[in-house]
Structures are given as C-alpha cells and as structure tokens.
C-alpha cells in the first residue's frame, strides 16, 4: 500500500517580548567570550516540525488545526507566542 | 480526611509527600496513577509532588495537563475539592489552567536549591495565619512566576497570593527572591473558594524535625483542620 502523502509544517514559538529571556542573556554574554563583538540581545525559542497526514484538508483548515495545536500544546500562551506555517 | 497522592512519571518527590500526609499528619494516604480517570471516592485533598514530570518535555507540566487523571482533578478542584500543587505540582496546575499565569526559567538561570523563608501574605485553606513566616526548602529551574499585570492585579485584590518569599523576619523584598518572581510570588490560590494551592517550595521535605525543621508541616495542618466538619 503507498503511504499517505503527508504535509510539513513548521511552528515557530517565541517567548513574549516582554518575558525575560536569561537563556538569551547567557548566550549572548557567552559570544561575546568567544570575541563575537556587537551581539546586543539574543533570544531563545523553539522551532517545532510536524509532518501531518495530507486528508485533502484545505489550507485554511489545516492553518486551523495549527493554531489549535499551538494554543493547546505547542506554546503557552500566557508567556509565549507562536508562528505556524506550512511549507 | 482522605488524601490522593498523583504520581506522573518523572517525578520524585512523592514519598515524603506520602510519609507527610500519612506518618506525620495522620491522615489516610492513597497514591493513584497518571493513567488512572477517576479519584478515589472518599478523596478530600489531592496532593500533586514535585519532580519532573514527562522529563519536563516541551515545558515544565506541558505533557502532564493531557494526562488521563487531569480530567478528575480539574473536576474535583471546580467542586471545591482541595488541590496542593508542589513545585512542578504547580506547574502542571498552571498548565492546566487550574491557576492562572506560568513558570519560567529562574532569573539568574541557577537551578536554586536551598532553604528560603516565605510569608503568609493571604489566608486560606492552606495558610490560616497572615504574616506567619516559614522555612522550607525549594529545588527548582523554572520557579520564577509570571502572568499578565491584570492577573497580578486580581491576585492581590482577591486575597490570592498566599505565599512571597521573604527574610527571616517576614521583609517581602528583592534580596530575598531567589528566582525573580513577579510580586515575589512563591504560592497562590485558586479556585471557587481557595481550595487549590500552588508554591514551589516543599512543605513535604521540611514537616518533622528528621528533616531539619517542620514549618511545612503548618500548612498540612491547616488544611487537615479547614476539612473537618464543624
């Protein structure tokens, strides 16, 4: 049997501008050890990638069922935002 | 007073929640599973310890809020059933949505472990007594609470932030924040009447004098006395 085709999509969550990131700040203190000048913030996220069957769902529905899966799981919304996409 | 101790995998911190409930506070003491769907019936309080729960995947409680149990707990707590979340206890309570605003990454990104004082800084269930100022331990990554300035507002006006860390001698000031907590937050209150508790320090690791002092105990205490029927 072939196996279903599938759809890669991609969640980019962040954390809010106004959350204090001290991963970011200890990252960017360590660049500036290895001599990297000029590296005035860093901030850490994480990039989520899904690989989801493709049931002829629409686009817009699909894009749905991401922010679902982000609001629900993939991100907290109380301290974190996010970006879905499909590729 | 019946107690349920939730175990999720990954956690560690349950048997001195156990040995506090049942040895200590003489309360009977049932431990139920992550997979279990229902409480057991008679449960007055239900305990959720601290650890690692799912190996903190994700985020701090993030994979615990689907687990099977949640559904029962979620339910007892809206019945003014009594929920004590200990350190990743409260976090998972966080991402369940049972208490508002989340955990993050502590401010000097140390993972602090060592005693800290806290101040009784609203009555309930769990803390019958304002100003009181206890020693407990706390052992934590991602302890530093955070939420919208509206929530913060809320808790304040509504009698909801139990716990703030503080001196020895009940000061609530920055030097004594060992994470960066908003408000220097370290437990609050949710639910219809108080009923759930969250904090991140341990009450279960200092509640007999074996463990080097027993402030925590107060806390089971009062929740054993709130239960008994007038």
């Known amino acids: 049997m072939k196996p279903a085709a599938s759809i890669r999509a991609t969640v980019i969550v962040r954390l809010k501008p106004e959350v204090l990131d001290p991963q970011g700040t200890a990252v960017q203190r360590a660049l500036g050890r290895l001599g990297f000048q000029g590296v005035k913030n860093v901030r850490i996220g994480k990039i989520v990638e899904l690989e989801i069957d493709d049931d002829g769902t629409s686009a817009a529905d699909l894009e749905d069922r991401l922010e679902k899966m982000a609001k629900e799981m993939l991100a907290n919304p109380v301290i974190e935002d996010f970006e879905a996409k499909i590729s | 007073m019946h107690a349920t101790v939730v175990l999720f995998p990954g956690i560690n911190a349950d048997a001195e929640m156990v040995r506090t409930l049942r040895d200590v506070c003489g309360v009977t003491t049932d431990c139920v599973s992550h997979t279990a769907t229902e409480l057991p019936r008679s449960t007055d309080l239900v305990a959720i310890p601290g650890g690692f729960s799912y190996g903190d995947y994700l985020r701090c409680g993030a994979i615990a809020k689907v687990a099977p149990i949640l559904d029962a707990?979620?339910?007892?707590?809206?019945?003014?059933?009594?929920?004590?979340?200990?350190?990743?206890?409260?976090?998972?309570?966080?991402?369940?949505?049972?208490?508002?605003?989340?955990?993050?990454?502590?401010?000097?990104?140390?993972?602090?472990?060592?005693?800290?004082?806290?101040?009784?800084?609203?009555?309930?269930?769990?803390?019958?007594?304002?100003?009181?100022?206890?020693?407990?331990?706390?052992?934590?990554?991602?302890?530093?609470?955070?939420?919208?300035?509206?929530?913060?507002?809320?808790?304040?006006?509504?009698?909801?932030?139990?716990?703030?860390?503080?001196?020895?001698?009940?000061?609530?000031?920055?030097?004594?924040?060992?994470?960066?907590?908003?408000?220097?937050?370290?437990?609050?209150?949710?639910?219809?009447?108080?009923?759930?508790?969250?904090?991140?320090?341990?009450?279960?690791?200092?509640?007999?004098?074996?463990?080097?002092?027993?402030?925590?105990?107060?806390?089971?205490?009062?929740?054993?006395?709130?239960?008994?029927?007038?």
């Open chain 2, 73 to 230: 707990i979620a339910a007892h707590a809206k019945n003014g059933g009594y929920v004590l979340g200990v350190c990743n206890g409260f976090q998972i309570l966080t991402e369940a949505g049972l208490l508002p605003g989340a955990l993050t990454r502590n401010e000097n990104l140390h993972f602090r472990c060592h005693d800290v004082f806290v101040k009784v800084t609203a009555t309930g269930p769990f803390s019958p007594t304002l100003g009181d100022v206890w020693r407990m331990p706390i052992a934590h990554g991602e302890g530093r609470y955070q939420a919208s300035p509206e929530v913060l507002e809320d808790l304040e006006d509504e009698g909801r932030i139990a716990l703030r860390y503080s001196t020895a001698t009940g000061d609530v000031i920055d030097a004594a924040n060992p994470n960066g907590s908003a408000m220097g937050i370290a437990g609050i209150y949710g639910g219809p009447r108080k009923n759930i508790l969250g904090l991140m320090p341990h009450p279960e690791r200092m509640s007999d004098l074996l463990q080097g002092g027993d402030d925590g105990r107060r806390l089971f205490d009062a929740v054993v006395a709130h239960a008994q029927p007038l």
